[in-house]
């Protein structure tokens, strides 16, 4: 692989030539992320990821704060435990002159405190002189905007790019503005309080005489938007700091409150609900969990479909955000270039120049074969948590759709496919989207049309889901169509996509009809499908625990020994967290109890080795080694949705979490807990308009299940191992 992207590496590959996120500090809100060092800056390197982003697009792409001319020292930088602001602590270095030390380091402590508020950036900083005598202390704030779309800073090139302008007004505020190729104004609006001593376009001076114990503070806020949009006025850093941590708390409240006996995995559960929250933005709709940070934070159908799968047991709340958002972004017209189809469920929107110029193909790209079958069969789950009839009926015309495009776009076998070759968009429409991502056993890469083997588990479970709601809505005709076709399906998959010699399923079948014979986690996912034969399955699950794919920190999404494994991909070999829940989801859902617990441990002895307890979205597939944690991936989004909701999927999973509508009954069907917790208690559970608080206790082979609360007319029952 090239090390540089034009021209010669695939077409949207992520490069990983400069910083990522590893050690970043990330903040979002809404439409808007950010992105900073350890020191709260913005490096402003050319390979880097740093940077402001406002709708697809780096609002600010350098900010650095110098001290006397100098880089503070770093002494502590860390966001904030529900990731409503970050906090750094910096000081002075030695400062020397003529070899005499005239300001010993740690004389002067510098605090930076940041959050986000709609499109704005918050930042109050205070300098405090401990020295034993009055300073002068010149503190300057450096700054540019190169208004890059994200996939400029992926690494695509362009032959043209819009015009930039600064510009100072009055003595406390600079404008920095873009006019795009798509025509579109926009700005950076940087305010500072109090007035500097010396403004221009790109930087602020600032002159402090501190006697002995003083302080000084400067406030900033950076505005991002276009000439559409409202420029809204400022708030009070008071005021601001108190709204942003406010939202957090009550978004989190979309979900219980779950704590354990292990310090530990409160620890990594906190943090999940705080990215979970974090990457959440409220639509017209509802919630919709942006897929994540840097490379991803919009929608992404497949993305915020899974997610809320994942968390469905405990908010579904997220199911119906995205339902309602995807089936009014649902296609209506046949478009080639955005790989839209009547019916199709939307793959990604993005917002940005190059989208709208046409420079890459995703304003609304629907190119994903199985957001489609995810949308029908999450709104299935959704009506068996809820037994919200009305939203169902609301959804119900995008759900007819959806299955009328299934019967346009599957094959004779009911299989349903993808092209595979395009000359825009993606070559591999599935989750594993990788151009070199579905290959035959020799390493040959698979040609289109291509039937992916978990896809056909998702339609088969859409197919039975949708079966299921025409029923509750009185169209049993479509019911029964659906299950006759699911039936079919089923047989046609068993006797199409089983390997024997491998004793799993072929990752697809190509266009030849050829399968592509090999051991991939793909076949984990339809576990939970129940698409397979019990005795394949047993097959399947026995396999994915097996040395050539259990690192010790998960499966493997390529078993080892295939032709492209590679620990070190981004899918053939690597370890992807939401992939692992999804499997462990079918296993515990089977009651493959060993199997279950032994992925639940790896990705939470995972989780405790990360910087903040944050699951990435994936990282190598090496196996696990004494004293050591998990290789990290270079180019990993971190926070990512899929992943942050996984310890969520897990509890769900291990303790069977099932409502009964008809009877108003929680269902714990033979709960289970791992060896690190002896307890759980899940407190403030929405549902059926009621509230449920339960106590589970580990006792040898068993779960104790005491009710401390429930709401009248709800009832708990418990199915034992």
Not at 336 to 357: D, F, N, S, V, Y
Request: proline share 6%.
């Amino acid at each position: 692989m090239s090390t540089e992207p034009e021209g010669t590496g695939p077409t949207f590959y992520i490069p990983a030539l400069g910083s990522g996120v590893e050690r970043s500090r990330i903040l979002k809100h809404g439409d808007t992320f950010a992105v900073f060092d350890l020191l709260g800056d913005l490096p402003g390197e050319p390979r880097g990821v740093e940077g402001v982003y406002h709708r697809d697009t780096r609002h600010l792409s350098f900010l650095r704060l110098r001290l006397d001319g100098r880089t503070p020292l770093l002494l502590s930088s860390h966001v904030q435990r529900n990731n409503a602001r970050l906090n750094v602590d910096l000081t002075n270095p030695d400062y020397w002159h003529d070899g005499t030390l005239v300001l010993p380091r740690d004389s002067v402590h510098l605090s930076r405190m940041k959050f986000l508020w709609e499109n704005g950036v918050y930042e109050s900083i205070t300098l405090r002189n401990f020295a034993d005598r009055p300073l002068q202390l010149v503190l300057d704030l450096e700054f540019g905007a190169d208004f890059h779309d994200i996939f400029e800073v992926r690494g695509l090139k362009r032959e043209r790019r819009g015009a930039i302008e600064r510009a100072v007004e009055g003595h406390c505020r600079v404008w920095l503005r873009y006019t795009g190729l798509d025509q579109i104004r926009r700005f950076t609006r940087i305010d500072f309080s109090p007035a500097p001593a010396t403004l221009f376009s790109d930087r602020a001076r600032y002159v402090f005489n501190l006697g002995k114990g003083q302080r000084a503070r400067v406030a900033l806020t950076i505005r991002c938007g276009n000439a559409e949009s409202n420029d809204q006025p400022d708030l009070p850093l008071a005021i601001g700091v108190r709204r942003a941590h406010r939202a957090r708390i009550i978004a989190s409240q979309r979900f219980p409150t779950v704590t354990t006996g292990d310090e530990l995995f409160n620890e990594w559960l906190c943090r999940a609900t705080a990215d979970l929250v974090m990457l959440t933005t409220d639509t017209p709709y509802g919630p919709y969990p942006y897929a994540g940070i840097p490379w991803f934070s919009t929608v992404f159908g497949r993305d915020g479909l899974i997610t809320a799968l994942q968390v469905l047991w405990a908010n579904p709340e997220y199911a119906r955000g995205v339902l309602g958002f995807l089936a009014a972004h649902q296609a209506e017209q046949t478009d080639p270039a955005r790989a839209a189809e009547p019916g199709k469920i939307l793959h990604e929107l993005r917002q940005g120049e190059m989208a709208h110029t046409g420079e890459i193909p995703f304003g609304a790209y629907y190119g994903s074969v199985d957001a489609t079958p995810l949308f029908v069969w999450l709104a299935a789950e959704y009506f068996r948590r809820t037994g919200d009839l009305g939203t169902i009926r609301s959804l119900y015309p995008h759900i007819l759709r959806a299955l009328q495009w299934f019967d346009v776009a599957v094959d004779p076998f009911g299989f349903l496919r993808y092209e595979g070759e395009t000359k825009r968009g993606l070559r591999n429409q599935g989750w594993k989207d990788s151009e070199d991502a579905v290959f035959h056993a020799t390493g040959e890469l698979a040609r289109g049309p291509i039937a992916l083997c978990e896809v056909q588990g998702y339609l088969y479970a859409a197919r039975l889901g949708a079966a299921t709601l025409a029923r509750a809505l009185g169209d049993t005709e479509l019911a029964r169509v659906q299950e006759a076709k699911a039936a079919a399906l089923q047989q046609h998959f068993e006797a199409q996509f089983w390997l024997a010699g491998k004793n799993t399923y072929a990752l697809a079948i190509d266009g030849e009809g050829r399968p592509c014979a090999v051991a991939t986690s793909n076949a984990g996912h339809l576990l939970l499908t129940g698409i397979c034969h019990p005795h394949r399955a047993d097959a399947v699950r026995s396999l994915l625990l097996s040395p050539r794919f259990f690192s010790g920190w998960g499966i493997r999404t390529v078993a080892a020994g295939e032709a492209r494994y590679n620990p070190m991909s981004y899918h053939n070999g690597s370890v992807w967290p939401h992939d692992n829940a999804l499997i462990a989801m079918g296993l515990a859902r089977r009651g493959d109890v060993r199997e279950f617990l032994e992925i639940f441990q790896a990705l939470f002895d995972a989780a405790v080795h990360m910087e903040l307890r944050r699951l990435p979205e994936l990282y190598c597939g090496f196996s696990r080694r004494r004293d050591a944690g998990p290789t990290l991936y270079p180019v990993a989004c971190s926070p990512q949705a899929w992943s942050a909701a996984v310890p969520w999927a897990l509890v769900g999973s291990a303790l069977g979490i099932e409502v009964d509508v008809s009877r108003s009954a929680v269902v714990l069907r033979r709960p289970i807990l791992p060896r690190f917790l002896d307890w759980v208690r899940i407190r403030d559970l929405e549902v059926l308009g009621g509230r449920l608080t339960l106590h589970l206790r580990r006792a040898d082979r068993t779960v104790a299940v005491e009710v401390e609360a429930a709401s009248p007319g709800l009832r708990v029952e418990v199915q034992p191992r």
